[in-house]
């Protein structure tokens, strides 16, 4: 019998209340033995978050296009690497499998969703060869590797969380990138839609909306927006510390912080919500 403070734990031993005071003292206690997907986790973003899960215990499984590995493999440094392709369904859906029979892991309870790419160009320059490139990774990635983390946890009756990564051009207008603007929107209707209907099966899910954040990625954008917008590196550069706020760019640890909050037990009653950490550049 428990009493009113006690809290309720499904057949896995995770709870599915308010977190209680004894909870708060150590957050990210609930991370301890967890079984944490992190796409795109080679580097940038999902380097960070990678690392992060893994200094608080939790089994990091780190998936990325770059890896060849067709099923999980211990790396050295105590995390799972594996191959995927979050544009491509059956990749996806293989990879959850694999974690999910695997013996050292089992059912991943939560998914952070890193895995992105983008292209530049005037939308009135923009192929749609290039304008699916963005689509199909950061859209229809998020959605696939969504999907696939929920149904499992809907199998087997726990609840979980579900962090993806969109941006904070989920919120605004970026010129020069349209593809990328549009399928970040997308990530973005898709948290609150999917937030809405696992919320009933005790899954959370909230989008991260970084702004301007020191990766290879960032630094290839101002080689390209440089050439678009006949600026150099170095102009485009001092262009984007003016924007913040705080003075500064962000870095992946940024952004790795917040995915560990919306994971611990400080982020129970946070769903539907798009997280900007952006240093203030938006505040919407």
């Known amino acids: 019998m428990t009493n009113s403070t006690d809290p309720v734990l499904d057949a896995s031993g995770h709870s599915t209340s308010a977190p209680d005071a004894e909870a708060l003292l150590d957050p990210f206690a609930v991370l301890s033995g967890e079984v944490v997907l992190v796409t ?15 200094a608080h215990g939790a089994r990091v499984v780190a998936a990325d296009l770059a890896w060849e590995d067709p099923i999980p493999v211990r790396d050295e440094a105590g995390y799972w690497r594996v191959h995927v392709d979050v544009s491509d369904e059956q990749s996806v859906d293989g990879l959850v499998s694999a974690v999910e029979a695997d013996s050292g892991l089992g059912t991943v309870g939560v998914l952070v969703n890193c895995a992105g ?18 689509q199909d990774v950061n859209a229809r990635g998020s959605f696939v590797v969504a999907r696939a983390v929920a149904r499992g946890l809907e199998a087997v009756g726990r609840p979980g969380r579900i ?19 549009a399928s970040k929107h997308a990530v973005l209707g898709l948290t609150k839609t999917l937030a809405l209907e696992e919320a009933p099966f005790g899954i959370t899910v909230n989008a991260v909306c970084p702004g301007i954040i020191e990766t290879a990625m960032k630094r290839r954008e101002r080689v390209e927006g440089g050439a678009l917008r006949g600026m150099s590196v170095e102009e485009i550069e001092a262009e ?24 611990s037990s400080l982020g129970s009653y946070l769903t539907g919500q798009g997280i900007n950490v952006t240093g203030g550049m938006t505040m919407q």
Not at 163 to 181: D, E, F, P, T
């Open 240 to 263: 984007d510390n003016s924007q913040v706020p705080l003075g500064r760019t962000g870095t992946p640890q940024d952004v790795a912080g917040v995915a560990l909050f919306l994971a």
């Open 40 to 54: 795109g986790g080679r580097q940038g973003i999902g380097e960070a978050v990678r690392d992060a899960f893994l």
């Open 117 to 134: 790419t983008s292209t530049m160009s005037r939308v009135v320059d923009t192929s749609v060869y290039d304008w699916q490139i963005d």
């Open 163 to 181: 962090i993806l990564i969109a941006s904070q051009a989920a919120k605004n207008g970026y010129r020069c990138m349209g593809a990328y603007v």
